[in-house]
């Protein structure tokens, strides 16, 4: 009688969980993997079969789109991880008290405002008739206006600033729990500041690098305003790919097709990664 | 091995000084032990040796050799920590071995040091195992490992047991006692228990809010206290503080008197106190008294000898010669 109310009670106390799982991830992703098999063969007239796949594989444009966009967004993590690391450190072993949760807040107050007015915030600085452009000829250092947007640069800046909060936070978590006696242990073991940084401290932050790593790499992945609006057109962006091909040119077969193509790359990514940091899913997640 | 010598040894944090300026000469192969409250600087003063903290005034010299600003792996020092900071994702030996690595000996040479430690500290059979695999003790005597390979001229030990329970604490304290002898290293140890400094110390400073008090060997410290702090501090329990009128003879300039709980004794007549409660522990019996002068006192009382009843009226006694006096600067007089 007891074990069965425990268990009324676990399954009432996981249905909010399953009901979200269930309703809006794995229900619409079984749909869309069923649309990208369909192949349109007449009006209202379709066949199985891994037509919309083929169509990927045999246009270099998409499979180039695809593969700059992997590129990209490794770049972006790894740009992510060199600039946060240093700062996480700092907040997390030579700040304390008061100075702490300020740098730390510091680090927060971007994401009080939403994503599209941080990324309008960009495109001001770096536009041709931008802040950065006006400074520079005003001090004369150029003669006419630049154009800074619109280039990979550009959506790198924008990569890395929108993750670097999720970068951030972890590494802050895992160096804040790093003892300083074994950084001073080291020191006392002769090491240099280069070893200890490299057989003590990066080891004991590896959880927080690869779970910061997997969350930039996603939200960069991902990502679909910042590339666009500092992009440009032909920013190249695999989901602006997935977007013109839904609500352009309703081919959503195709636009599924490239979904689930994006979904697959992005596991696989992440798979390899936990394999060469050798670190595992669990462990990361515990974080 | 090798002397260490302060002189005059100050530090500042801001503007806040926490040491004022420690002089102490540490002969070869010495076991020095620095004990005192929490807070006293005692830690500050070990990790200026270190050089994990640089020095604001006065000088550190290893070996007749002023070090103030040597980096801490110059300094041929090795330091046994607190918590151990044994290195989590290493093997026990690896994180042994973690120094001479560093130092780009020969692997052979690594391993045939390692081992020896290992034997000495009976870690052989733990060697291919993390520090979380291990109890507490082990991690102690890893760490102890881990400075020992390295055949340093000083150990620097920063409590290196308070993180132990009380039985094995007694049993490392023998056996870094055993250690230092055998191995001959000028030692510095770090600690707030004053039983550890009494049995562990060639000689022991007392620290008090960033000074020596005072600089001795322990049973010297013990029967002649040079500061009424240094006499309550060192033995336990306490000494007992009573107003300096209740001796008749008094020196002048003396407010304090001081008598060890073992020498006070019941007798037919003396001072009046009234039993407040007491303490069997076996052996002995510490009877807690509360003086007429309003003063409380402990008396430790041999087990075999008769132990008054919570309340009773007692009198009590002492000889002239065990008393110590102490001015309103607690300094003896």
């Not at chain 1, 192949?39 to 169509?55: H, M």
């Not at chain 2, 004794?265 to 509360?290: D, M, Q």
Request: proline share 4%; charged share 20%; net charge neutral.
């Amino acid at each position: 009688m007891s074990s069965d109310r425990s268990k009324l009670a676990f399954w009432l106390l996981m249905a909010p969980l399953l009901i979200w799982l269930v309703t809006l991830i794995i229900l619409p992703h079984v749909g869309m993997f069923l649309v990208s098999l369909r192949e349109k063969v007449g009006v209202r007239e379709y066949e199985t079969s891994f037509a919309n796949y083929a169509v990927f594989f045999n246009e270099p444009l998409y499979w180039n789109t695809f593969a700059r966009t992997a590129y990209m967004s490794i770049a972006s993590t790894v740009l992510t991880l060199l600039i946060g690391f240093p700062i996480a450190y700092y907040i997390a072993k030579l700040t304390r008290g008061r100075t702490k949760t300020t740098l730390f807040l510091m680090c927060l107050i971007p994401f009080w405002v939403s994503e599209l007015v941080r990324t309008f915030g960009w495109m001001i600085l770096l536009r041709e008739t931008g802040v950065i452009s006006n400074v520079l000829q005003y001090l004369g250092l150029i003669g006419g206006p630049v154009e800074m947007l619109y280039n990979d640069a550009a959506i790198m800046t924008g990569l890395v600033y929108t993750s670097m909060l999720f970068m951030v936070v972890p590494l802050i978590t895992t160096l804040d729990s790093l003892d300083d006696s074994l950084i001073e242990a080291g020191y006392d073991l002769g090491a240099s500041g280069f070893s200890i940084l490299r057989e003590i401290v990066i080891p004991h932050a590896m959880p927080g690098i690869v779970s910061g790593c997997i969350v930039v790499f996603m939200l960069s992945l991902g990502n679909y305003l910042t590339p666009i609006l500092l992009g440009g057109k032909d920013s190249l962006w695999f989901t602006g790919l997935i977007y013109s091909q839904f609500i352009t040119r309703f081919n959503w077969e195709l636009g599924s097709a490239f979904g689930f193509l994006l979904l697959g790359l992005s596991s696989l990514i992440v798979f390899v990664g936990l394999k060469l940091s050798r670190q595992s899913l669990g462990k990361t997640m515990a974080q | 091995m090798a002397t260490v010598t302060l002189k005059e040894l100050k530090k500042s944090f801001g503007k806040t000084q926490v040491i004022h300026g420690i002089d102490l000469e540490v002969l070869d192969g010495e076991f020095i032990v620095i004990v005192g409250p929490s807070g006293c600087g005692k830690s500050t003063l070990l990790r200026m040796v270190a050089g994990l903290e640089t020095v604001t005034d006065g000088e550190v010299q290893i070996g007749g050799e002023r070090v103030n600003d040597s980096e801490p792996m110059e300094r041929d020092i090795a330091m046994v920590f607190q918590n151990y900071a044994l290195y989590p994702h290493m093997t026990v030996f690896d994180n042994m071995a973690y120094g001479l690595k560093i130092a780009g000996k020969p692997k052979a040479e690594i391993v045939e040091r390692v081992h020896e430690a290992a034997k000495l500290l009976q870690l052989e059979s733990y060697l291919k195992r993390r520090p979380r695999e291990l109890s507490g003790g082990q991690r102690q005597r890893v760490a102890m490992g881990r400075a020992i390979v390295r055949k340093p001229s000083v150990f620097l030990f920063d409590e290196p047991l308070s993180n132990l329970d009380a039985k094995l604490r007694v049993q490392m304290r023998l056996e870094i006692k055993q250690l230092q002898r055998r191995l001959g290293v000028t030692s510095l140890y770090v600690t707030h228990d004053q039983v550890e400094a009494m049995t562990l110390a060639d000689r022991m400073i007392v620290m008090n809010a960033g000074k020596a008090d005072q600089i001795g060997a322990p049973l010297e410290v013990y029967a002649n206290p040079q500061t009424q702090f240094v006499a309550g501090f060192i033995g336990s329990p306490p000494m007992n503080f009573l107003p300096s009128e209740m001796a008749n003879d008094a020196p002048g300039g003396a407010k304090t008197l001081g008598i060890r709980p073992e020498h006070m004794r019941f007798a037919r007549t003396g001072k009046e106190a009234t039993v407040i409660y007491t303490e069997a522990l076996g052996a002995e019996t510490l009877v807690h008294v509360e003086l007429k002068q309003g003063a409380s006192a402990t008396i430790r009382q041999n087990a075999a000898g008769p132990v008054p009843s919570e309340g009773a009226v007692v009198h009590l006694d002492w000889d002239a010669g065990d008393r110590l006096f102490f001015d309103s600067q607690g300094r003896r007089c």
